[in-house]
Nanobody
Framework: QVQLVESGGGLVQSGGSLRLSCAAS????????MGWYRQAQGKQRELVAR????????NYADSVKGRFTISRDNVQNSVYLQMNSLKPEDTAVYYC???????????????WGQGTLVTVSS
């Protein structure tokens, strides 16, 4: 079992900044990707950003490029999302995500955090 603990959500005014954190713990053999998804009310969950633990390559949703930055701490098994120039349309529940192998004999699996609410007021 892998547990993900998120923090950093909250209420912020348009144009403001927030930093989300996520720490993975538990039965971890190796992590391949860490990232963030979000789900706004009435919409499907979408990728915000993810980072490869192996080569640090990043992917961002077009809507957040230039405003959000993902980073990771391999030693702490943690991932962060710095969100700047926030807009009301960024309002959503943000979920931490990892692609993790718990045992060398098993396939990598997705693990998800419980989500943290980000609300951006206009």
């Amino acid at each position: 079992q892998v547990q993900l603990v998120e923090s950093g959500g909250g209420l912020v005014q348009s144009g403001g900044s927030l930093r989300l954190s996520c720490a993975a713990s538990g039965n971890i053999f190796s992590i391949y990707y860490m990232g963030w998804y979000r789900q706004a009310q009435g919409k499907q969950r979408e990728l915000v950003a993810r980072i490869s633990i192996i080569d640090s390559r990043t992917n961002y949703a077009d809507s957040v490029k230039g405003r959000f930055t993902i980073s990771r701490d391999n030693v702490q098994n943690s991932v962060y999302l710095q969100m700047n120039s926030l807009k009301p349309e960024d309002t959503a529940v943000y979920y931490c995500y990892v692609l993790v192998r718990s045992d060398p004999s098993t396939a990598p699996l997705d693990a998800w955090g419980q989500g943290t609410l980000v609300t951006v007021s206009s």
